[in-house]
Nanobody, 121 residues
Framework: QVQLVESGGGWVQPGGSLRLSCAAS????????MNWYRQSPEKQRELVAS???????NYADSVKGRFTISRDNAKNTVYLQMNSLKPEDTAVYYC???????????????WGQGTQVTVSS
């Protein structure tokens, strides 16, 4: 069994900051790429940022320069530091990860349950 648990969402005023965390636990041998997605009622789920196991990162154009993705491999945890937040950043944020299970050495894709981020005045 593998779990991805997000935390750190909430309400913030425009221009504010939040830091999301996502911890993977359970039947894990190694974690490969970790990603943050977001989805709002008006839009399809979109990739916000990704980070490989060696720290290479990629960002959506809409968040470049404002969001920073990082990870702690020892803790199987990925973070998303969000600065200069805008109302259009309001969404449910999901993390996911490609990882190899310890029990069978199979690679599989897992999602967290999501955390709400609301940016409004």
């Amino acid at each position: 069994q593998v779990q991805l648990v997000e935390s750190g969402g909430g309400w913030v005023q425009p221009g504010g900051s939040l830091r999301l965390s996502c911890a993977a636990s359970g039947d894990i041998y190694t974690v490969y790429t970790m990603n943050w997605y977001r989805q709002s009622p008006e839009k399809q789920r979109e990739l916000v940022a990704s980070i490989t196991s060696i720290g290479n990162t990629n960002y959506a154009d809409s968040v470049k320069g404002r969001f920073t993705i990082s990870r702690d491999n020892a803790k199987n945890t990925v973070y998303l530091q969000m600065n200069s937040l805008k109302p259009e950043d309001t969404a449910v944020y999901y993390c996911n990860a490609d990882l190899m299970r310890y029990s069978d050495f199979e690679v599989a894709h897992y999602w967290g349950q999501g955390t709400q981020v609301t940016v409004s005045s």
